[in-house]
């Protein structure tokens, strides 16, 4: 069965195919897949924070609901990946555990503190442009349940980027007080989106199998290059600037350059060592421990049913 199950699975990479959950798959796949997704999942879960942050804080009706519907879309990208990580045979408890346990990686990007108003249109333009640049080729995953999800994701992203674009705007065309507002949280959320990328290529262990089997199509510095490319252009609309003077486009690599990043900082945060981090699990572990009943009485509601039904 593995032969031929080794074969097909070889045969479907080859011609760019969609690996479905029942089609035999190499352990490393499955394993290297539940890494990225769940990740993945509870980047989105734990992404809900910075932002929840000023909810009730925001400086307008329009500007809450917005918030709050983005905050909602980041919940639901959450439930929809760790559905499809579901398919690779790993229960949802399991990932949840691992993550309040501090046993589990989620995007560095979140380990950040959100200071002001303006964090909230910095968060949508690069925060939420970073993750368009990263999510839009993962459209086209080999593994059928991620790249159907990741669709419907990279839909809603255009929205949240749009709407912190909007806030930047509104604030670089406002009081001179309110355009500092946005200059500060672009230079603070600057480096740490383009660290969000993963390490330079040279230092990514798991790029190259993951190419290999059409999950990431496009290196860590391919994707970064790409983003700098984007805002670099997009910065100007806003009459405001990227902290970082060594941007520019090199015409041999067709590449986009910039400073250098602080990957010292990156590791620090990885390792749990970052502005954030502990706040960010103590208020995923609180809010586990305060939904504990809901989930009781769902089970025991379930229960009952099953039960009534089998009567
Ligand atoms: N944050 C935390 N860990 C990171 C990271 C980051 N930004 N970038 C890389 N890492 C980790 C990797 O997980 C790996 O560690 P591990 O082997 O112990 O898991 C190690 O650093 C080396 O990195 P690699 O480049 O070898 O790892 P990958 O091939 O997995 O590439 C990645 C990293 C590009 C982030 C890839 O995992 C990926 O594309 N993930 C899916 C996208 C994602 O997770 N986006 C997070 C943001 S979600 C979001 O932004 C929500 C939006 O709505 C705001």
Redesign the pocket.
Known sequence: ETVNGQEHFDALIAADARVEPRDWMPEGYRKTLV??IS??AH??II?MQPEANWITRAPSLKRKAILMAKVQD?AG?GLYLYSAAETLGTPRDRMTADLIAGKA?Y???FNYPTLTWADMGAIGWL??GA?IC??VP?CRASYGPYGRAMVRVCKE?SF?QRQGFEILLELANGTPAQREMAQDAINRWYAPSL?????PDDD????KQ?MAWNI?RFS?DELRSRFVGMIVEQVKVLGLTLPDAEIRYNEETERWEHGPLDWNEFSEV?AGRGPCNSQRLARRREAHEDGAWVREAAAAYAARQTARDNA
């Open positions: 890494r990225q990740q993945h980047s989105e992404g980041e990208h990686r995007s560095s990007i925060v939420d993750a990263n999510q993962l992203e949240h660290m969000m990328f993963g390490p990514s262990p798991n790029s993951s990431k860590n990885l």
